[in-house]
């Protein structure tokens, strides 16, 4: 097992849970969500872990319902060429939010926008939480949450039909928007769909 | 001396102190004394680059804040090829979501089908053969090759010079036809099964391999004489799109972009898979981390890959390509048709699929994209809980606001082309 996860408990104690080495031996350290921040500050800067490199970011959930989320944090040691797998628990009946990493890496910023939109959960402390790989009007929910259906929640006449009739406004962000309108470029109709707060609305046809 | 050589007047010739090609800043027109320029700064406008654009290299749409010509800010909108395989895994038996792979980054196919056959291995703890291994870095160095050609042949189109495109993609059409006589299929390879291979390499192979071994180098070398020293080549990449050591780390870029930044981490040699630490080739590293120090990076990457294929050449050793275990590999269909045995093996594999013991497994390979991560979460059943793709072109790119701001809106289209991007990928 990584050593790194001694120094974990003797540093942030019952902060840190259960650690095992996985298939691939690797070392996986379950931490709770609310130190997650100071542990990753504390695993980045620490002489002797210098885990300075992101590897990915990324999120599971089991089929098991009872199991919680988890939010996989995926760490390297460049110096020393030695990786660290870093979870957090989450109960998906509670909220689903940890603080984000942004400010430690910046490579983590689309890859939590990722998770977002694939599964939900919000990094507080993000600087541009935005869904990244489906469109910001997206109505079908998260993806890859188990409880989403393999072919949407939608039927293909009703995503074809929002597809075509979204206004223009829902393929640019609210600050793209807005730093239009800062040069005077929105279209009047545009701006007063947006007034009403009808921002790329579409009505629902079934 | 090669008939397609060209000399080029503009070439700037000579070394730096260090033995660098010499870095020579282009300068038209200087402006004259007493003749000041007329600001075109202070009008700004919002515009929109892609979906459909040629030089967003693929379906990448970029939100572009221009001061004049100056890009103020980028703001980058993927998924437009946004295709669920995560999820579909979740659908599938492990050898089923080989075919997935083919389709993320489609430039290097076979590669990506050596990366999820690795973590599904490494997750139900199958040992492969030797002469699969050596035909698995075969397939990787191959791919290597023709995604770096793809991208040294666009990003010279890109950047006005029209002949490097022709000379690698005359030679990618070699590794494609390649490609072809071993796996029946150009793109779609779908080459590798999870224990084995789908098919050993046919008669002849070895022959076209060991002759695109030897004379393509000679393009290389060619395309280095045209684009290295070239003064429009270097004025429109030295100093473009810079990112530091620091910043490289910072943003968790892989692959040529981080060493071209001067990190020297290559996942062949620091964290070794498929006994790449037996063979012997260098990892070139960039110093100034720009536009240039990637293509440099990219084009030595090349030549070592063909040193590698080399040795795998001279090293392939006979015996099975799969391991020898029925409830992992299917039988010879001969065998599935005569023996009760095999037969219910046959019908077990296709029915219930492969089951992976509960557990995690992550591996990551360099591809030619970067750092190609595949995660596997499983239950104990035939398919994943949680299939994740760590895609290094779409954590390259989301740098690419870092990078080209500041810059002109001519060198985001070289900044963006030095990324390397492929959609399928970095949409999934």
């Known amino acids: ?206 | 001396m090669s008939k397609r050589t060209v000399e080029l007047e503009l070439a700037t010739p000579g070394h730096d102190a260090q033995g660098r090609p010499a870095r020579l800043p282009l300068v038209v027109g200087a402006p004259e004394d007493g003749v000041v320029e007329p600001s075109l700064g202070g009008e700004q406008m919002l515009i929109n680059i892609g979906p459909q654009h040629p030089a967003t290299h693929g379906v990448l749409r970029l939100v572009v804040v221009l001061d004049g010509e100056t890009v103020v800010r980028v703001i980058p909108h993927v998924g437009y090829l946004h295709s669920g395989f995560e999820k579909l895994g979740e659908y599938r038996h492990y050898n089923q979501i080989i075919p997935l792979t083919d389709r993320t980054d489609y430039l290097s196919p076979m590669s990506n089908n050596v990366g999820v056959a690795l973590a599904a291995e490494r997750l139900m703890g199958i040992e492969i053969t030797p002469r699969c291994t050596v035909l698995r870095v075969i397939a990787c160095e191959l791919s290597r090759i023709i995604s770096h050609l793809v991208w040294l042949g666009t990003t010279s189109i890109d950047l006005g010079a029209f002949t490097p495109f022709l000379w690698a993609f005359q030679q990618r059409e070699r590794v494609y036809n390649l490609q072809e006589m071993w796996t029946g299929a150009r793109l779609t390879t779908s080459l590798t099964r999870v224990g084995g291979l789908m098919a050993d390499i046919p008669n002849g192979f070895t022959d076209g391999l060991r002759d695109f071994v030897v004379t393509f180098p000679d393009t290389l070398g060619e395309i280095d004489k045209v684009l290295t020293r070239n003064a429009i080549w270097a004025g429109r990449t030295q100093g473009v799109g810079v990112m530091t050591a620091a910043e490289a780390i910072d943003h968790s870029l892989s692959g040529p972009m981080l060493r071209a930044s001067g990190v020297p981490y290559d996942v062949r040699k620091d964290k070794p898979y498929l006994g790449y630490e037996t063979y012997e080739f260098d990892v070139p590293v960039g110093e100034h981390g720009d536009v240039y120090d990637r293509y440099l990076v990219r084009l030595e990457e090349c030549r070592q890959s063909t040193r590698i294929l080399a040795q795998a050449l001279d090293r392939l050793p006979e015996g099975p390509i799969n391991v020898d275990d029925p409830r992992v590999i299917l039988p010879a269909k001969s065998r599935a048709m005569s023996d009760m045995e095999a037969m219910i093996y046959h019908f077990k594999q296709v029915m219930e699929g492969v089951k992976a013991p509960p557990g995690e497994a992550y591996v990551g390979i360099e591809n030619p994209k970067g750092e190609l991560g595949n995660y596997f979460v499983s239950d104990g059943t035939a398919k994943p809980v949680r299939w994740r793709i760590r895609p290094p072109s779409f954590i390259n790119l989301s740098s690419l606001a870092k990078m080209a701001e500041g810059h002109l809106l001519s060198d985001l289209i070289a900044i963006n082309a030095s990324v390397d991007i492929v959609m399928g990928e970095v949409d999934r």
């Open chain 1, 1 to 206: 097992m990584n050593p790194s996860v001694d120094a974990l408990r003797a540093t942030f104690g019952t902060a840190i849970g259960r650690a095992a080495v996985a298939r691939d031996g690797e070392t996986v350290v379950y931490v709770r969500a609310e130190r997650l921040r100071d542990v990753m500050q504390w695993l980045r800067d620490t002489a002797g872990q210098r885990y300075d490199y992101l590897v990915d970011v990324t999120a599971i959930e089991y089929r098991d319902g009872e199991r919680p989320l988890e939010v996989a944090y995926f760490l390297r040691a460049l110096e020393r060429r030695v990786d660290l797998r870093v979870k957090v628990e989450l109960d998906p009946a509670g909220e689903l939010a940890v603080d984000s990493v942004v400010p430690l890496w910046n490579g983590a910023n689309w890859l939590e926008r990722e998770v977002y939109d694939m599964f939900g959960i919000t990094f507080r402390g993000h600087p541009d939480l935005r869904r990244i790989l489906m469109w910001e009007t997206y109505a079908e929910g998260h993806p890859l949450r188990k409880d989403f259906p393999l072919r949407g929640r939608f039927s293909r006449a009703e995503q074809v039909h929002q597809a075509l009739a979204a206004n223009p406004e829902a393929h640019y962000s609210i600050e793209e928007l807005s730093l239009a309108e800062a040069y005077q470029e929105l279209p009047p109709d545009m701006k007063e769909r947006l007034r009403k707060g009808e921002r790329g609305k579409v009505p629902f046809s079934e």
